[in-house]
């Protein structure tokens, strides 16, 4: 009697099991469509950002690509730490990488919402679909033809758009006081945060337009009845509306604030090293550019180091927007 009370639910779990199977083969040949479209991407994911993990194991080994690796255990991060040599440029790189990534986010998402509510008061529906047209363009460029471009407009000689403006107006007296903007330490910053927010502003403006386009008219036709002006509207109405919204964009992008690596490549030069230079630049310049045999360990493992301290960041943030969208503030 009692084998088969027991054994009913044993029928039971797999009649439960096999059914689901079915109904996942059912929804997945459903839409087989969208899974042929999610293919390429997979694999591409797969070969380009999994399978590369498998060097992970050589941040606790000596390799040079010559000779046999050499398990060292953990003389790497003890390197990333102690040495005299190298951690001076390590801990100026993850400072670097701090200061610019997180002062990069919070002026891009600021002028952001500025230029969004700004396009929200706009009447002419057409004017206004013109200039989100001429500000979200830059967003398609590459940085390497962004740089181009900027190379040649701030270039220290006659050919340099704002050095020949400034001589024309009287600020610069000969061409000898030519300001090499990209290759001057108290230059270089601000002039990448402008070209940031001159190639950003458009793409993060199309996420707080969609959000203050979900804003009911009427609540400013409330608002007008009861006398407030543009400005009040736009103070208690509008930011109020985004608010969530910003915290979110901002906790988000603040998981990737270590992921920096081509806007600053493609504008850095010898001149501005220590000011420019960020973790992936770093292990790039000590794989690439050190001027003598790479040690690849040593650069996995400060890429490990850069990849734990992401992931970090990513669960911190990740918890911190759910409280967002929660309406639960993130204390």
């Given at each position: ?35 042929l479209m999610f293919l390429p991407v997979f694999i591409f994911a797969l070969f380009f950002f999994y399978l ?143 070209i940031n927010l001159w190639k950003e502003t458009g793409w993060q403006t199309v996420i707080f337009m969609a ?121």
């Open positions: 009697m009692s084998k088969n009370v027991d054994a009913a639910p044993t029928a039971t779990v797999a009649v439960s099991t096999t059914t689901k199977w079915k109904k996942i083969k059912t929804k997945m040949w459903k839409y087989r469509g969208f899974y590369p993990m498998i060097g992970i194991r050589y941040a606790f080994y000596d390799y040079n690509g010559l000779k046999e690796a050499t398990f060292v255990g953990i003389k790497h991060f003890k390197t990333m730490f102690t040495d005299p040599f190298k951690s001076k440029d390590f801990f100026n790189a993850v400072l670097n990488t701090v200061e610019i990534s997180v002062f990069k986010l919070l002026l891009t998402t600021g002028f952001a919402v500025i230029v969004s509510i700004f396009l929200n008061e706009m009447i002419n529906i057409h004017f206004k679909k013109v200039i989100q047209t001429i500000i979200y363009l830059p967003h398609f460029l590459s940085w390497v033809v962004t740089a181009s471009l900027f190379s040649l407009i701030l270039a220290p000689n006659s050919h340099g758009l704002i050095n020949t403006f400034l001589l024309n107006i009287g600020v610069i007296k000969s061409a000898d006081e030519y300001i090499y903007f990209l290759g001057s330490s108290a230059w270089w910053r601000p002039i990448y945060f402008l959000t203050l386009s979900g804003i009911n008219p009427e609540l400013y036709e409330a608002a007008s009845i009861d006398g407030a002006g543009r400005f009040q509207k736009m103070r208690y109405l509008t930011f109020p509306a985004i608010r969530n919204t910003i915290l979110t964009v901002i906790i988000l992008n603040l998981a990737k604030i270590m992921n920096l690596f081509e806007s600053v490549w493609v504008l850095q030069n010898n001149a501005v090293i220590q000011t420019s230079q960020v973790l992936e630049t770093y292990i790039y310049n000590q794989t690439f550019n050190s001027g003598r045999i790479p040690n690849y360990g040593y650069t996995a493992a400060v890429g490990l180091f850069k990849s734990l301290i992401g992931m970090v960041l990513v669960l911190v943030c990740n918890h911190w927007s759910k409280k967002v969208r929660e309406g639960r503030g993130i204390v």
